[in-house]
Structure formats: structure tokens, C-alpha cells
């Protein structure tokens, strides 16, 4: 999340579910809408979508 001049990290993501609450919290309004899109969602060791067990 990009806010007040800086990245912060709201949490690992092991599903598009989780993804979503995390942007919800953090106030997203749609926060379906941006779960493709690369300018707001930074996938780290896999692709969009692809989650992993820890």
C-alpha cells in the first residue's frame, strides 16, 4: 500500500480472499476491481492469483 509518501506491506496473502480483506481494511472501496491490476497489486514469488503454503 502506497500511502502518506511511502510503500507499506499489509500482509502476506494466501488467497484472492485475504488479498481483499487486506485492501478493505486499508480502505480500497472496489478492492476486487484491482486485484489484476500491476500499478496496485505486487505479486511477490509467483503470479497473480497463484498462491503458496508457507
Known amino acids: 500500500?502506497?500511502?502518506s509518501g511511502r510503500?507499506?506491506?499489509l500482509g502476506t496473502a494466501y488467497s484472492d480472499h485475504d488479498?481483499?480483506?487486506?485492501l478493505e481494511g486499508a480502505g480500497v472501496a472496489e478492492?476486487?476491481?484491482i486485484l489484476d491490476d500491476p500499478q496496485s497489486v505486487e505479486c511477490?514469488?509467483?503470479h497473480a492469483h497463484?498462491?503458496?503454503a508457507a
Open 1 to 3: 500500500m502506497h500511502s
Open 31 to 33: 478492492p476486487e476491481a
Open 50 to 52: 497463484e498462491f503458496h
Open 7 to 9: 510503500d507499506e506491506i
Open 19 to 22: 488479498l481483499v480483506v487486506f
Open 44 to 46: 511477490r514469488g509467483g
